[in-house]
C-alpha cells in the first residue's frame, strides 16, 4: 500500500509564503500521479495542483501562477509552493496519489490519501 505523510502547514499573513511536502512510502514513485487537494470549512474537497510521472504540472485557475507543485525523485517528496497566500486559500491541504501516467481532478480518481496539513491565511 501507500503511505503518505503531508507537512509544512501553519498560520501566515495575507501574502506570505509557504511550502507543504507530502512525503510518500510504498509507492512506485515514478509511475504514480500526485495530487494536492484542500478543503475549507463547509466546503467540499477541491482539486489544487497536479504532477504527473513526466513532472507535468496542473493547477486549478484559482492557484495558478500562486501556487507550484513539484517533487524530489531522492527524497520521494512531493511540494507545493504556496505564495502570495489569501484567506480563501485556508483549508485543510490533502496529498493523493494514484497509479497513472496522467493525473485525475475527481477525488473518486484518488485510492491514496495523506491525513491533512492546516493551512490558516489570516
Known amino acids: 500500500h501507500v503511505q503518505l505523510v503531508e507537512s509544512g502547514g501553519g498560520s501566515v499573513g495575507v501574502g506570505g509564503s509557504l511550502t507543504l511536502s507530502c512525503k510518500t512510502s510504498g509507492v512506485w514513485y515514478s509511475s504514480y500521479c500526485m495530487a494536492w487537494f484542500r478543503q475549507s470549512e463547509g466546503a467540499q474537497r477541491e482539486w489544487v495542483s497536479g504532477?504527473?510521472?513526466?513532472?507535468?504540472?496542473t493547477y486549478a485557475d484559482s492557484v495558478k501562477d500562486r501556487f507550484t507543485i513539484s517533487k524530489d525523485a531522492s527524497k520521494n517528496t512531493v511540494y507545493l509552493k504556496m505564495d502570495d497566500l489569501k484567506p480563501d486559500d485556508t483549508a485543510i491541504y490533502y496529498c493523493?496519489?494514484?497509479?497513472?501516467?496522467?493525473?485525475?481532478?475527481?477525488?473518486?480518481?484518488?485510492?491514496?490519501w495523506g491525513q491533512g496539513t492546516q493551512v490558516t491565511v489570516s
Open positions: 493523493a496519489a494514484r497509479y497513472s501516467e496522467y493525473c485525475y481532478r475527481r477525488i473518486i480518481d484518488f485510492g491514496e
Open positions: 504532477i504527473d510521472p513526466s513532472s507535468c504540472t
